[in-house]
T-cell receptor, first 111, second 113 residues
Framework: KAGVTQTPRYLIKTRGQQVTLSCSPISGHRSVSWYQQTPGQGLQFLFEYFSETQRNKGNFPGRFSGRQFSNSRSEMNVSTLELGDSALYLC??????????FGEGSWLTVV | QKEVEQDPGPLSVPEGAIVSLNCTYSNSAFQYFMWYRQYSRKGPELLMY????GNKEDGRFTAQVDKSSKYISLFIRDSQPSDSATYLCAMSDRGSTLGRLYFGRGTQLTVWP
């Protein structure tokens, strides 16, 4: 069974630009959650989607948004990028019964 | 105070040593406890998952949960250089969502040959 797939793996953006990251969950998983990981703050929860509905949201500004499609694939978007948005963005999927499994992440550098 | 506290290390041990990694937490609503291993520039990989207090063993790994003390541990027996990674504890109150986990900051472990 294929794992969680995230694209792109690495990207560099300029301050003020926007970025969209994509996540394909494990087959059969309907829950997708997103995390931001930085050396200073560790892993911080962004939001979770289940069957196309946002179920929970972390303490991030409105510049961070996401969505989930009918095939459970998810995207997250960050608008008006700031230098502090440089981080590893991790997507995780779950079946709602056990725990969650992470992808390899998307490394975002904002310059 | 963070809800989950974890000593960041770094921890350096010789091959074959027994490693003990620990986390404490403050939220008594946490019911699910996990340990993830993260290699450099990779995503976290699930190692152990426990629900109740007590011990759970999987090969060289043993996870221990003491809800009365709000304390969880991961023991690694016969540690190998391939165990060198950052170990993250995580927990959930399950509430309305399982996707929201609360993580410790991670302990960086190096096992030298």
């Amino acid at each position: 069974k294929a794992g969680v797939t995230q694209t792109p793996r690495y990207l560099i953006k300029t301050r003020g630009q926007q970025v969209t990251l994509s996540c394909s969950p494990i087959s059969g998983h309907r829950s997708v959650s997103w995390y931001q990981q930085t050396p200073g703050q560790g892993l911080q929860f962004l939001f979770e989607y289940f069957s196309e509905t946002q179920r929970n949201k972390g303490n991030f500004p409105g510049r961070f948004s996401g969505r989930q499609f009918s095939n459970s694939r998810s995207e997250m978007n960050v608008s008006t990028l700031e230098l502090g948005d440089s981080a590893l963005y991790l997507c995780a999927s779950g079946d709602g019964e056990d725990t969650i499994y992470f992808g390899e992440g998307s490394w975002l550098t904002v310059v | 105070q963070k809800e989950v506290e974890q000593d960041p290390g770094p921890l350096s041990v010789p091959e074959g040593a027994i490693v003990s990694l620990n986390c404490t937490y403050s939220n008594s609503a946490f019911q699910y406890f996990m340990w993830y291993r993260q290699y450099s520039r990779k995503g976290p990989e699930l190692l152990m998952y426990t629900y109740s207090s007590g011990n759970k063993e999987d090969g060289r790994f043993t996870a221990q949960v003491d809800k009365s003390s709000k304390y969880i541990s991961l023991f690694i027996r016969d540690s190998q250089p391939s165990d060198s990674a950052t170990y993250l504890c995580a927990m959930s109150d399950r509430g309305s969502t399982l996707g929201r986990l609360y993580f410790g900051r991670g302990t960086q472990l190096t096992v030298w040959p």
